[in-house]
């Protein structure tokens, strides 16, 4: 394995953009995704038509009163920072020590902690008891019940898809019409052309954008065997895939439509793991578990 070491710097020059229509969004975000002078590019979709773009380059130096460490527990949670640029309308610029970017999401668990604690951004519960979050994940689902965890299941999503960055409209469409969970997380990257389960169609990387949901579904006929699927028809038909740490409920034959098992399978005959190893769908599906 070769990895990259990049030098540190003491921070992040974090641009904000707040975009209105989706055109815009996908749009704006494709094309700062592919300028190789932004170091990070995030957006965050509030709405069907509204998101902020974030952009960002390392440095050493901060302009003064500029600096905003966000990862303080009495600080806003870093969404609804975020969020205040597009309610206000305007842009703007902050140097972000790199450690606190870094976690920036960390103290909200995204925007996940307001399902958890309503309150939990309030000024008040933040100089309190913000030094208190974010929860053990693994506290949270010990001490969770069955019935708690069934209607979780069915009153919550936790998605991220993998799709090709030229189909991102229509990807926030596909989102929206089957679970409308605001807000969205986009990520881009560098899809390379290698052999294995994870590649693009053609013979060439394909930049591509991590689409993350996390929260309550607010379309009335969401079920979420029967609305998972149809979201997971959709990234299969445009090339995408499924972050599997979530819940599959792919057929084996829709999950192998979706990733590339041709060396998996090949590997598994050669070393005879047939009957040692599940295989990594009986793993991950639901399907297969229940």
Wanted: one cysteine or more.
């Amino acid at each position: 394995a070769e990895i990259k070491i990049v030098p540190f710097k003491k921070y992040v020059k974090l641009h904000y953009t707040p975009v209105r229509g989706l055109e815009k969004i996908c749009e704006k975000f494709s094309r700062e995704s592919q300028k190789k002078e932004n170091y990070f590019v995030e957006g965050l979709v509030y709405s069907e038509n509204e998101a902020v773009i974030m952009t960002g380059v390392l440095t050493d130096d901060a302009e003064p009163g500029q600096v905003n460490r966000i990862g303080n527990y009495w600080k806003p949670w870093f969404f609804r920072h975020v969020e205040s640029f597009l309610k206000n309308n305007q842009s703007g610029t902050e140097y972000i020590p790199l450690r606190h970017y870094y976690h920036r999401h960390t103290r909200s668990i995204f925007w996940e902690l307001q399902d958890i604690i309503p309150f939990g951004n309030h000024p008040v519960f933040r100089y309190l008891f913000g030094w208190m979050v974010p929860p053990k994940i693994s506290l949270l689902k010990l001490t969770q019940g069955e019935t708690i965890r069934r209607l979780y299941e069915q009153h919550h999503v936790v998605q991220d898809m993998l799709v090709p960055m030229k189909y991102l409209q229509k990807s926030i469409e596909a989102f929206q019409n089957e679970i409308k969970v605001y807000p969205l997380w986009l990520c881009p990257f560098i899809l390379p052309s290698h052999p294995g389960m994870v590649h693009p169609k053609g013979n060439e990387a394909e930049l591509y954008v991590d689409i993350g949901a996390y929260g309550e579904p607010k379309t009335k006929h969401f079920d979420a065997k029967a609305s998972m699927r149809h979201l997971e028809k959709f990234v299969r038909d445009v090339h995408g895939f499924q972050m599997l740490y979530a819940d599959c409920y792919m057929s084996r034959e829709e999950f192998w439509g979706m990733f590339d098992g041709s060396l998996y399978h090949k590997l598994r005959d050669k070393l005879n793991c047939k009957n040692a190893f599940p295989e990594v769908y009986d793993k991950i599906c639901k399907a297969a578990r229940h």
